[in-house]
């Protein structure tokens, strides 16, 4: 409940029309599907590619897919969108 997923999306949207850079999303939160599914839709809204959800993948292998997947079409800034629930 902080705005965590609503702001990576603002950082990415800035990233994009302020910096003129390639942004990318990821979700690691993996216990709340609703926020692997909000952030696609804000990425839909501003525009910003979204790593595409793999149901029971782990927050570590996203991660590593996200990274992957940001070399492979040269994105210049990846955010990696956590649970916030680190402990």
């Known amino acids: 409940g902080s705005g965590k997923t609503t702001t990576t999306a603002k ?3 800035l990233i ?4 003129g850079k390639k942004a990318m999303m990821a979700s690691l939160d993996v216990n709340r599907p609703a926020a692997q599914e909000q952030l696609k839709v804000l990425g839909e809204q501003v525009g910003v590619a979204t790593l595409p ?16 997947s940001a ?17």
């Open 11 to 13: 950082l990415a949207k």
């Open 16 to 19: 994009k029309e302020k910096h």
């Open 53 to 68: 959800i793999i149901a029971g993948q782990q927050p570590v292998d996203i991660a590593t897919r996200a990274l992957q």
């Open 71 to 87: 070399k492979l079409q040269a994105v210049d800034v990846l955010l990696l969108d956590t649970a916030g629930r680190l402990h």
